[in-house]
């Protein structure tokens, strides 16, 4: 597409032992796993960021390994996150941030911001959160994301706020969670986590059809006419924007093979 923003379809983590001849061949030896995965999508969300404290060398041993033009987003710790002020937050925000992820270089996607299902929206806390969220780390330049999975957030007033600090939100295709489709950064970053392992693609062909061109629409800087949005009455600026699509959670089984498929769609 000309005129448009990159997409790029892909999935969480690269371990996982049901894609072991499924997605990998069988012969292939787990520790080439992430690069025989980088080769097949553009982009991979990593899960681990979000449980534990990773090295400045993992960062770095990974950057090596994946290819040019390759993404990959992290999930930001979860002492961050969870707690009950945010504005408490800061310590620990310092410490993932300066944990060595910028090993990455041009290898590092966005990050992003998981909140627990109980997390109500407050807009002062939720602000001074957004605060703290700096735009480089060690001159890296930095993308977050949030996802919110409370229906609080579900309000003109958290859009608002996202596009005040230049940050995403994540919209969440889930069952349970609500979905925010405001486009309020310059790139859009979407989690499709309503998958079946009994697809071959998780997602049925017609509905990666859908995905497509609702990613080829948030690509060529606007917003699909048929996803929710928190706010109906603002109006975007038509400029081109990177999207970040994953499949992840529910169908995780065919995850790849639904990440390959979408990008099939918007080549």
Known sequence: MSNAGTIRAGIGGWTFEPWEGTFYPDDLPKKRQLEYASRKLPTIEVNGTYYGTQKPATFAKWAVEVPDGFTFSLKGNRFVTNRKVLAEAGESLSRFLGSG?????DRLGPILWQFAPTK???????????KLLPEKQDGVPLRHVLEVRHPS????????????????????HHFTYPEIADVTADFVYARLQRGQDSIPTAYALADLDAWAERAKVWAAGGMPGDLPLADETVKIEAKPRDVFVYFIHEGKVRAPQAAQALMERVG
Not at 101 to 105: N, P, R, V, Y
Not at 153 to 171: D, G, N, Q
């Open 101 to 105: 992820i910028t090993e990455l270089g």
């Open 153 to 172: 957030f579900v309000t003109p007033e958290f859009p608002a706020l996202a596009r005040k600090y230049r940050v995403a939100i994540c919209y969440a």
């Open 120 to 130: 109500k929206f407050d807009p002062e806390d939720f602000e001074a959160f957004l």
